[in-house]
């Protein structure tokens, strides 16, 4: 096997030295950046240096995460190496913070925890501007190069789905993790709004903003939840299989936007569930779920007027049109308005973790269809939005197909919290979901 | 007039250079600053070279706050003055962070907000331990230095109260910045939560954290509030004079622990504003409003476990005792608890709003009394955190004195995002209140 084909499980359960197996990544990355150019900051020789670093420790000081290279979504604060003295700039996609990249110098909490778990921090990951557009970044899919990524953690997804490392972190406000994960072929995780620390990752709308993971496997995943110290109320007890678990596919009131890749991947799921022993019933949200798509899109735009005030007074002729619209906000968004939608929503969250509870998870569109063509926007995110507005659990599977032949995940949901159980019951569904159709050719 | 003595707005329609005015701050700091500690951080020669330098600036170019200094809460980031190479580190009261202090390096919005409106940010002012405890402050009560001057925007609130700085920053998560307006004698702002972009301060409580100013007039409340861009719906008509207003005078279900200073505060407050023509009635909050204070401390507690979480697993032993608390949660709260919490929050918002909608401002407590003895805590939040766990903007006006001979305040409250109108009631009220028997002596 390839060393930079195995998942972070898979190399510290080999023995391997750190250096060994980033070398192995960054020869892969020399291979592919520029077909995939999933790097808004990379510096190899920094990279080796921390590896050989970590090398140096001794097996029984060593962190749970040992030597796991991990690419971080640039908008994450990340600070100098005070060995190295070789700066890791956050530039946000953003002209305003290029010239002060040297100077945006401090670890956001969740690098620190990364770090004290003895994790590698492997370089900045492309997101569009802020995280907050569907426009402007460079990345291109893996699995087809005339095709997005998806974003706004647009080279976290490529970069995981193309072996380049096998962990990364994004953020989803809207689903700019859910989505990329679907269409990179890989597992996504946003966990519950707030479980994890949003200190020093730069806002886009406050009331959503979630920090979250990609990854090829949900261990994986659960060595990144363990670092968070991602605890459910209770320790969840789930079996490794499915018969018997009890699943709704839920269409969510956005459902005439899929295309027919994911119409046909949802009815294959159900399909392959029920086969294993699994109950799957259909499951429709009563009718005031029907206003989430507008609060969410409006507390959204709401949200980003004030995060984006500051930039907008000091250069805005530096920001993307769109955030530009946030704050000169030309259709009339009112206070009253956000307030509405936040308030709606809030009362919304404990109705829909009632109606999740009754099942083990349910089976949601992580997006659209398969990545569209063409580098120009990040995809449509109608179709996993919901429960980020809804601030749930949600993970990405994959293991579906389009009609070009790339890859198609679904969602798993789970109540508020209950992270751990929901990585357990995504583990038993993952191998079902593998006769979905897809397999990478990477 | 000592110079010193200037309101922001003084000294703007003054003419006098920046410089002039600053040195008069800083010698009367020279003379106060042993007996009151408001400061964290203070390099006067930097200040002199920032005054200097905003004096070469051409009338034309000024900004609307050109020359105003401003004290800052040691929780905002601020970032190394590229002219002069000199930092401004954020310690955040705590020894995790001293080291670090050059290498957090970045400006938090609501500075850069104020920079490009001409500001000079003057120098760090103390803080709690992350903002986050009532203990540790080294800050004193310039009207007398045996008590507290209340917290945790502890500095903030002695340097404005004690004529060191015009205008300070401070937040508010429980009563940070209500409580010490109260306490020295002098007006707080805390706005509507998610008014201004909490970008670049540290977190302690996500939910509730909400940034804010200190000042000794409206007049310079105002001013900042249009540095923040802050913006009601509808511009507000309010006329300079109380005649004809309505007032509600609100107890809150914690009021039984009101001493008696306060007691008598807003009795007498209720006979000001009625003897100049406005109506006060007494207003009893619905029976499920006596949840608040509960549900804020337990979302509070929770909320602030996953931002300590990092905190603690890198050095516990550094960590003040309370804040190891949370994260090790023996009271053992759950996700449930903090869920219960926040939906509980989330629905009175509205239903406090259109309550507070009926009135031109809610008059309320502001502190449990004047500033207590002693200067191990910095006070009990209790009579003030109703409006901060309601998200609505609060205003101290001083002007009623305790048994001591300390100041009081009264606290006026509208629904969220009212805060314009708020400033315009809080400027026709403060007048009135200054018949409560207040007269500062310094």
Redesign the interface.
Known sequence: MLLYRMTATEFLSSGLKVEDYVRSLLDHISARDSEVQAWAYLDKEYVLSQARQLDTIPPEKRGPLHGVPVGVKDIY?T??NKESLIDMPTQHNSPLYQD?AA????DA??I??LK?AGALIFGKTTTTEFASVTTGTISKNPHNPTRTPGGSSSGSGAAVGDLQVPVALGTQTIGSIIRPASFNGIFGFKP?W??????GV??CA??FDTMGFFARSIEDLELLADAA?LE??EKPIVPSTIEGMKFAACKTHVWPQAGPGTINALDLAVKLLRAQGASVEELELPEEFASVRQSHLQAFEC?AR??F??EY??AKDQLDPILVGFVENPTKL???D??NA??NL??L??KF?LIASRYDAIVTPSAVDEAPEGLASTGNAALCATWTALHTPVVNVPGFVGENGLPIGLSLVAP??HDRRLLKVAAAVAPVFEGGGWKSSL
């Open positions: 604060y600070k100098v002060d100077n945006v110098n401090v909490a969740l620190m925890l004290s519950t707030g479980a994890i620390s949003r200190e730069k806002i406050l009331n110290r459910d109320d949200d004030s995060t005030m500051n007074i000091r009112s206070h009253r956000h307030l936040l308030d809030a009362q969250r404990p973790d508020r919290y």
